[in-house]
């Protein structure tokens, strides 16, 4: 399955099955690749406030410098990383696994963690404090972010849409 790049300030960011590439966009020359050695296959980048780019790579997610393709961090999940692997919110990178799990994730450490009564359909996106996450139940979740602490986190809402 081809997977879109990323175009962050005149860089594409392009994931194969084993890494990432960041290629100039108006000539396709390459400024850096990186493979990534994990088992499953890498899921296609994201950003946050275009400042850093992230990437699933089989239960991983991590982050990598845009400027040299080196790893900021990583973190293991509970499942394989859904392509398009991580919404980059305002507050973090929200990332949902095959597994049935969603994560909010700062600088790598679990800010918040959801298991869904379904396997995820489709990525995260979200809107402030809330993520939302389509199932093959046929209901979308809302999961509320809250400053608690507390990792394990409530869902606000679930709505049937098929």
């Known amino acids: 399955m081809e997977k879109p790049p990323l175009i962050l300030e005149e860089i594409a960011y392009v994931s194969t099955y084993e890494g990432v590439f960041a290629l100039e966009a108006d000539t396709g020359d390459e400024i850096w690749s990186r493979e990534l050695d994990a ?69 790598g450490v679990a800010h ?5 009564p379904a396997r995820p359909s489709g990525p995260p996106t979200a809107d402030k404090d809330v993520v939302y996450v389509p199932c093959h139940d046929g209901e979308t979740y809302a999961l509320t972010v809250d400053d608690t602490g507390d990792t394990v986190s409530e869902t606000a809402w679930s709505a049937e849409t098929g």
Do not use: K, N
């Open 112 to 116: 918040a963690r959801w298991e869904l």
């Open 39 to 107: 088992p499953g296959s890498v899921t296609a980048p994201a950003t946050i406030r275009g400042h850093e780019v992230f990437c699933g790579v089989g239960e991983r997610i991590l982050e990598l410098d845009p400027g040299d393709g080196s790893e900021r961090w990583q973190r293991d999940l509970l499942g394989q990383v859904l392509d398009h692997p991580a919404y980059a919110g305002p507050r973090g990178v929200a990332v949902a696994t095959e597994a049935g799990m969603v994560y909010v994730l700062y600088d």
